[in-house]
């Protein structure tokens, strides 16, 4: 049983084969209606479950989207209206509802721990659908992306500026599993995961860590950034958007990156923190395209899962 639970536990080929697939089916919907099946009908009958303990849109909905296109059908479990949510019933023994229900299971968790304790007592697979931890399904999306728009990722510069939170975390993953260069500004409090970076560097990773914003943006293909606050982040916020203020992507960090360098925002954006509307809203931006992509790359993932 294949689980999608991080980059790094899933080898090169599998991850290089999870894209292309994605890309090759993308192609064959041109001009296809979003909800339409598609021809072959891959997972007809197949039923994917979601749980959310947090917010979502995107990953709702291309989710949606995604498994309704493979010809599959969709439950959704919210976990405020769960007895798991209320917490009157055990990981394991909902874990063991679940596997009863459906084939295959996304789940949102706060805690990574709870997705994994998920995974252990499932009798089908998982896809992380974001923890505090990591977002694998974005960065994939993001990978798909880049590689639309610019080609091959491999040695390629991206620059991360901002938090070191779960999308960085699976980003630095994705460096060491495609190849390409990671240039990450952070101030030192916000830094991302230790353990992370320092698997990544045994692995020969191409990452460089500063706190100079503009050391990093320095003649990058892409520039990507996220929020601040992420759901359920804890502590000072008015201290962390203090400290994060020289980290914003505006048309200053843009002009420092390639002239023809992207760039990538998981969504949803904090416009004017993070990131002004000029440079969102601009020629470079490739964010609603990592929007729509989230369907695509999730149709492959979770096709791969299921292999
Ligand atoms: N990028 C992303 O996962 O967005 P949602 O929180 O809306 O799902
Ligand atoms: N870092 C953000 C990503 C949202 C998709 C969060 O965890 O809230």
Known sequence: MKNFINIADINKQDLRKIIEHAKSEKKKRFNINKSAIDPEKPLIDKTLIMLFEKTSTRTRLSFELAIKQLGGHLLVLDSKESHYGSGDESVYDTAKVLSQYGDIVMMRTHKHEHLLEFSKYLDIPIINGLTNLSHPCQIMSDIMTFEELKGSITNKKIA????????????????????????????????????????????????????????????????????????????????????????????????????????????????????????????????????????????????????
């Not at 505006?250 to 998981?266: E, P, R, S, T, V």
């Open 160 to 307: 991360w500026l901002g938090d070191g939170n779960n999308i960085v975390y699976s980003l630095i993953e994705a460096a060491v599993k495609f190849n390409f260069e990671l240039s990450i500004a952070c101030p030192k409090k916000f830094g991302p995961d230790k353990k992370i970076i320092k698997w990544a560097k045994q692995n020969n990773a191409k990452i460089l860590i500063t706190k100079d914003p503009l050391e990093a943006a320095n003649l990058a293909d892409c520039i990507m950034t996220d929020k601040w606050i992420s759901m359920g982040d804890k502590g000072n916020k008015n201290e962390k958007r203090k400290l994060l203020k020289p980290y914003q992507v505006n048309k200053k960090i843009m002009k420092l990156a390639k002239k023809d360098a992207i760039f990538m925002h998981c969504l949803p954006a904090s416009r004017g923190e993070e990131v002004t509307d000029e440079v969102m809203d601009g020629k470079q931006s490739a964010v609603w395209l990592e929007t729509l992509n989230r369907i695509h790359v999730q149709k492959s993932i979770i096709q791969w899962c299921l292999e």
